[in-house]
């Protein structure tokens, strides 16, 4: 059963006297410890997909379901817990805070989950090290490669434990062997720790080595699926 879907959903955007369907009916869903690549040329509604999903936006109409809940009734309260706890999101940019350490970046998300003192401490230092970073805590942004600050990132979207990791064109701004080495430890934490990954990627090749399964879009739409 899936963790995460859409059933029928559609997104319009007005611009000006025009309207833009970025998603058109799309039903898709995606089950707990999976990995799911989407892919399709620009403008064929990945991101929009994955923000709806994310709760950073909501569908003009259908339906979005996490663990079986509807979405639409949330509150803003209520939206705001799901992100901060039930989905992990991670961008291109990394959007790291360039005055702290890679620590205190982890460290600020537990901050507004409530974790407290010791155990915030604690929690970062483990997140990081599950990463790859533990030499590497006390170094900010500019002392970090682009595959370093990914990972830092990728610590900081798991902060709270979420079971979604959605995450859009993490390897843009990588090149091929830092991307890999990115998509291998996501392809860890989906077989060691049960995490669900849903992954926008241009790159074919990346998501064919990686995924369990490829989902084509053009247009706001679904057209094909692949599985491995």
């Known amino acids: 059963m899936a963790l995460i879907e859409t059933r029928e959903v559609t997104r319009v955007y007005k611009m000006g006297t025009n309207e833009v369907t970025a998603l058109n009916r799309v039903t898709m869903g995606v089950d707990e410890a999976e990995f799911v690549a989407i892919q399709g040329t620009s403008g064929s509604g990945k991101s929009t997909l994955l923000n709806v999903l994310g709760g950073l936006d909501r569908p003009t109409s259908g339906d979005v379901l996490f663990d079986s809940q509807l979405l639409g009734p949330f509150s803003k309260k209520q939206m705001a817990h799901y992100r901060r706890f039930s989905v992990g999101m991670i961008f291109q940019n990394f959007n790291l805070i360039p005055t702290m350490t890679a620590a205190e970046n982890v460290r600020l998300a537990l901050a507004f989950g409530g974790t407290r003192g010791v ?43 979420p079971r979604v990791l959605l995450a859009d064109e993490p390897t843009g701004n990588l090149d091929s062997t830092r991307a890999h080495e990115l998509l291998s430890l996501l392809r860890e934490m989906v077989d060691q720790d049960r995490l669900t990954v849903l992954l926008v990627t241009h790159d074919r090749e990346l998501a064919a080595s990686f995924a369990d399964r490829i989902i084509m879009m053009k247009d706001g739409s679904v057209v094909e699926e692949f599985t491995h």
């Not at 590497?136 to 798991?158: C, K, N, T, W």
């Open 119 to 161: 155990e915030r401490r604690e929690r970062a230092a483990s997140l990081l090290d599950r990463v790859g970073l533990s030499g590497r805590m006390d170094h900010r942004p500019d002392e970090m490669s682009g595959g370093e600050q990914q990972r830092v990132a990728i610590a900081r979207a798991l902060a709270n434990r």
